[in-house]
Nanobody, 117 residues
Framework: QVQLVESGGGLVQAGGSLRLSCAASGIIFSINVMGWYRQAPGKQRELVATITSGGSTNYAGSVKGRFTISRDNAKNTVYLQMNNLKPEDTAVYYC???????????WGQGTQVTVSS
């Protein structure tokens, strides 16, 4: 059974930092892409950042220069280092993976990030 376990969310003041982690287990195929998405109250889920197995990254414009995504392929784990956090970064952050030859998508349960002003 595929499982994504996220950790590292919490409450932080504006300008602070947090590091999210997401460990994937139960996946027997190669994980092609790992990423982070977020959903604020009343808004649609949006992409934050993704990283391929080769290390290519993609960021939303709103987080570029402040957030850094990385992954440990040996541990099937993806990280999101978030610096200079802003109140508008407040959301539930979800981990996502695309794996296997057909690009199967799997989601984590989400972790709350709250940034106070």
């Amino acid at each position: 059974q595929v499982q994504l376990v996220e950790s590292g969310g919490g409450l932080v003041q504006a300008g602070g930092s947090l590091r999210l982690s997401c460990a994937a287990s139960g996946i027997i195929f190669s994980i092609n892409v790992m990423g982070w998405y977020r959903q604020a109250p009343g808004k649609q889920r949006e992409l934050v950042a993704t990283i391929t197995s080769g290390g290519s990254t993609n960021y939303a414009g709103s987080v570029k220069g402040r957030f850094t995504i990385s992954r440990d392929n040996a541990k099937n784990t993806v990280y999101l280092q978030m610096n200079n956090l802003k109140p508008e970064d407040t959301a539930v952050y979800y981990c996502n993976t695309l794996y296997g030859p057909f690009g199967i998508s799997s989601w984590g349960q989400g972790t709350q990030v709250t940034v106070s002003s």
